[in-house]
T-cell receptor, first 114, second 114 residues
Framework: GENVEQHPSTLSVQEGDSAVIKCTYS??????FPWYKQELGKGPQLIIDIRSNVGEKKDQRIAVTLNKTAKHFSLHITETQPEDSAVYFCAAMTRGSTLGRLYFGRGTQLTVWP | DGGITQSPKYLFRKEGQNVTLSCEQNLNHDAMYWYRQDPGQGLRLIYYSQIVNDFQKGDIAEGYSVSREKKESFPLTVTSAQKNPTAFYLC?????????????FGEGSRLTVL
């Protein structure tokens, strides 16, 4: 099955700085890559996703980039704010998967210091 | 409001006891999933169901059981055979198993074995 690696496991930044989280995947047939944000004691929520026919996608302060050749994708958060502090998970889904399961990375604990 | 409801939010259990975690969704989704979350381990898939009366084992199904008798309900039983059941359990759903798009999560149930 697919294997998703995520780095770093923890990340601390000053408010206003940028944060970057990187993920790699193993299955070249994967074609859907979502990012989830999990606040303390809550369930994860989708914040942005990208499909393999697109190299970059932006939504306000959040962007995701995808390099299919290298099999890696990254989450970029600009102008970080304390409310961005959370655990972030990347995931991958394989094209044609009838079961539709997502393979998740191990998560990154992001802390934004005021 | 549509969403996924998990109960109870916190549960304590003595060793050797079975416990059932409830998951109900009113989103009319066909596919439902159970994940286990441990610190630093990400989200690991326990069981999933593509449709009513059908379910498959995920990566860590040993010691767990599920049923899918109704579209909106997917309860998870943690049996006494589960060696290390203390964890945070997340239920999720999406419209169709094979489709890309958002996976909707509940707020989780935290199980502690005393």
């Amino acid at each position: 099955g697919e294997n998703v690696e995520q780095h770093p496991s923890t990340l601390s930044v000053q408010e206003g700085d940028s944060a970057v989280i990187k993920c790699t995947y193993s299955d070249s047939a994967s074609n859907y890559f979502p990012w989830y944000k999990q606040e303390l004691g809550k369930g994860p929520q989708l914040i942005i996703d990208i499909r393999s026919n697109v190299g970059e996608k932006k939504d306000q302060r959040i962007a995701v980039t995808l390099n299919k050749t290298a099999k890696h994708f990254s989450l970029h958060i600009t102008e970080t704010q304390p409310e961005d502090s959370a655990v972030y998970f990347c995931a991958a889904m394989t094209r044609g998967s009838t079961l539709g399961r997502l393979y998740f990375g191990r998560g990154t604990q992001l802390t934004v210091w005021p | 409001d549509g969403g996924i409801t998990q109960s109870p939010k916190y549960l304590f259990r003595k060793e050797g006891q079975n416990v059932t975690l409830s998951c109900e969704q009113n989103l009319n989704h066909d596919a439902m999933y159970w994940y286990r979350q441990d610190p630093g381990q990400g989200l690991r898939l326990i069981y999933y169901s593509q449709i009513v009366n059908d379910f498959q084992k995920g990566d860590i199904a040993e010691g767990y059981s599920v049923s899918r008798e109704k579209k909106e309900s997917f309860p998870l039983t943690v049996t006494s055979a589960q060696k290390n059941p203390t964890a945070f359990y997340l239920c999720a759903s999406k419209p169709l198993a094979g489709a890309t798009g958002e996976l909707f999560f509940g707020e989780g149930s935290r199980l502690t074995v005393l």
